[in-house]
């Protein structure tokens, strides 16, 4: 156990390395890259040797795809070129022996041919297969953009409690089907007590980009009166304040989001897309840009969008709701146009400004996930 402590000990003081350390040539970018990568491996053949515990069935179907067996491929080869060129580069060899540990046992699993070896017992299951190709995807398309395109330049990589948000990625990608489950409950409740048949046909039978739009304003008036409910009623800025801890922005920082916050902010968006009847490959569209929008607008990216700031949300726009000074409170609660805090009286954004920090006044809230869990309950008038 010792062993095992001091090792995960080295692995994440050299991820938290000083600048020096970390700079091009040191083996740290290869073997971050290593690590990461092996961790992805070996999830993608943990659900697909467990496929009825560990995958979600919607990625299950694309496991005998050639594109899915060729990204397989191209994860592990990486893996373990990466961890090899960060042993070479680099003094401490803690990043590349992990990052070549995690890629041969990979391997041994079975690699790309990995095969079931449990047949499917239960309609239940943990979505491992989803948190891995969730963080791949986003780690991807998102730190290159914080690298070169930074608001804050001196925030690292591996800033202050990125573990903290790297299991907010892990439980909810995890718990996807509970979360699915519950959240869709209201709306199949009021679909069950509807007969909107006409409507709904009508709807889902206009042009997809027009339904998308639709969604957007729809979904985003919602969400503002739930966001606004979630600031001024006690019990749920309890819930709503874990989200607020984060004290750097990036593109993992959205992810923090209290479970039952989670639950009621989707449960109750979902209302107005399940009633109306949007056609499901709307919604899907929808989904995605709303994944992708969310986890930008959280991003440590400093661009500036002129006028389309104005009815755009932008990372400088929710950046604001963050903030931890006075200007910023209960400021800036749409998701996707501004248009709505102008009309009720909530928009603030001041020219070439952004917040000087991040965080709830005074930071109440503890940190760790089951401290972070417990606090509402714990709190339920701050």
Known sequence: MNVIRKSRNRIRNEL??????????????????????????????????????????????????????????????????SSVLSLLLRDSRSLGTAGVCLTMLAAALGGTGATPLLKDYTPLYLGLDYFVINVLFTGILFIPLESFFPKHSEQPLFRAEWREDLLYYLVSSMLVQILSWLSLGPSRVMVSHTSWADLRDRVAGLPLWVQVIAIMFLTDFTQYWIHRAFHRIPFLWGLHAVHHSARAMDWM??????????????????????????????????????????????ANIGWRFGWLERWLVTPRFHHWHHGVE????????????????????????????WPNGY????????????????????????
């Open 16 to 81: 938290e390395a000083l600048p020096a350390l970390r700079k091009f040539g040191t083996g740290w970018i290869s073997g971050v890259a290593g690590l990461s990568l092996g961790i992805v491996a070996l999830g993608l053949v943990i659900a697909a040797r467990f496929p009825g515990v560990f995958s979600m069935p919607e990625l299950g179907a694309f496991r005998t795809a050639v594109w899915f067996r060729l990204l397989e491929m191209t994860v592990l080869l990486f893996a373990f070129t």
């Open 253 to 298: 920082a959205g992810a923090r989001m209290h479970f039952l916050e989670i639950i009621t902010l989707r449960g109750a968006t979902v209302i107005p897309m399940m009633l109306l009847g949007f056609h499901s490959n709307a919604v899907g569209v929808y989904i995605f840009l709303v994944y992708l929008w969310s986890t930008f607008i959280h």
């Open 326 to 353: 006075d200007e910023s409170i209960d400021v800036n609660f749409a998701i996707h146009f501004p248009i709505l805090d102008k009309l009720f009286g909530t928009f603030h954004l001041p020219e070439e400004r």
């Open 359 to 382: 965080g709830v006044g005074g930071h109440p809230v503890p940190k760790g996930y089951i401290q972070q869990f417990l606090y509402p309950f714990k709190n339920p008038k701050e």
